[in-house]
Structure formats: C-alpha cells, structure tokens
C-alpha cells in the first residue's frame, strides 16, 4: 500500500472549516484514500473515501486532485467534538492477502478551539 | 451505531496469568482485526482473519494468538502475559469484498500488566 504523509497538528477555530492535507505521490489506479478519525483512544470512527473524484457525505467532503497524489479532508463546520487524530489511509482494492487491510500511520492531531 | 463488541474494557493483571480478550460483532462480517495501540502512538495490525478457521499474522509481530471458531467471535489470547504486553487492544470488523468497505471497531482494552 502506498504511504502517507500528514502534518502531525493542526489547530482550528471553532465554527470555521478545517482542511486536513494528505500526501500519497506513491498511490496507484487501484488504491482508495480513505479517511478514519480516533477521538480519546476510543475504537476510530470511519469518516469517507474515494477513488479519484471528490466525495462528500453528512460528515465532511474529501477533495483528491487530479494526479491522485494528494488530497485534502475538510471539516465544514468544526465544532469541539471533532477534536481528535485524523488518519488518512491508502487502501488497495481487493481481497487477496493483506489486501483490504487497514495501516494506520501517525495521523493529524487536530484541535479545535473555543 | 457499530454492533462490535469488546470485553473487558479494562483489565489489571499479573505476570505470568493467562488473557482472553473477546471481540464479537452482530453484523455478519466476513472479515475482522486486531489492533495495538501504546499511548500516543499509532494502530498496528497484528492478526486478521478472513472468516471460519482463517487467522493470519499482522504487520507488527505479536506473542498472542487468535482463534476464529465462528464468524461473529474473533478472541485474542496471551498464554503468559508479562508487562511489554501493557496496550490498548482494538478489534475491527468489515465486509470482505473486492471494493473496500467501511471498518467497524469495537471500544476497545485497556490492558495493564503488573
């Protein structure tokens, strides 16, 4: 799987729109971006994924570019609960082997503040 | 809300006792996981399993041992457990499809070896 590179924090206001970036220049045609976030250790907590268009749910939207080498989580509307660790995972499509598995890296420690 | 559960949600224990840690999800997946996490630090896979009697090794080497007798209970067994076992244990579960699918984890263990 390809790797990924994050800025190990980050701060925001709350209210404002938090913009997460993510480094994958290695990514191949078969791999997916996807995003995970972990709030006080507990078990994380799937946010999006995509392929190679942008993607946006009730949660937030995943913007990729157009070379697949990086791509970018933005948080609307940041309150104080979306304090946590932002992880941004590059997963291989299939089934064989290890694919499909998860690898975490060190992720963004995101703040927001009052 | 995930259906994956884990128990205990803490654990204290001596050296030398004998862990299980259970994991069991109610969503019929194919596929499940286990994680260590150590304080501050990111998630490593350390066993999969892709459905009955299937177990494989993760990327971070690990002294316990799974078993995956039915689909819905995936346990994790420390035969000796000594204080380098001292982390955070999270399992996971998901579909075992070629397009990948959303992960679902349980709270986690907090294990604490004295």
């Known amino acids: 799987d390809a790797k990924t590179t994050q800025p190990p924090s980050m701060d925001c206001a709350e209210g404002r729109a938090a913009n997460l970036p993510c480094n994958h220049s290695t990514i191949s045609g078969n791999e997916y971006v996807y995003w995970y976030r972990q709030i006080h250790s507990q078990g994380p907590q799937y946010i999006i994924h995509g392929l190679k268009n942008n993607e946006t749910n009730e949660m937030a939207s995943l913007i990729i570019t157009e070379d697949r080498k990086s791509s970018t989580l933005i948080l609307p509307h940041a309150t104080l609960r979306d304090t946590a660790v932002y992880y941004c995972i590059v997963r291989v499509r299939g089934y064989g082997g290890s694919q499909g598995n998860l690898i975490f890296g060190k992720g963004t420690k995101l703040s927001v503040k009052p | 809300e995930a259906d994956i559960y884990q128990t205990p949600r803490y654990l204290v224990i001596g050296t030398g006792k004998k862990i299980t840690l259970e994991c069991s999800q109610t969503m019929g997946h194919d596929k499940m996981y286990w994680y260590q996490q150590d304080p501050g630090m990111e998630l490593h896979l350390i066993h999969y399993s892709y459905g009955v009697n299937s177990t494989e090794k993760g990327d971070l080497s690990s002294e316990s041992t799974v078993s995956r007798i039915r689909t819905e209970h995936f346990p994790l067994t420390l035969e000796s457990a000594r204080p380098s076992h001292t982390s955070q244990y999270l399992c996971?579960?998901?579909?075992?499809?070629?397009?990948?699918?959303?992960?679902?984890f349980g709270q986690g263990t907090r294990l604490t070896v004295v």
């Open positions: 996971a579960s998901s579909e075992w499809t070629v397009d990948v699918t959303e992960a679902f």
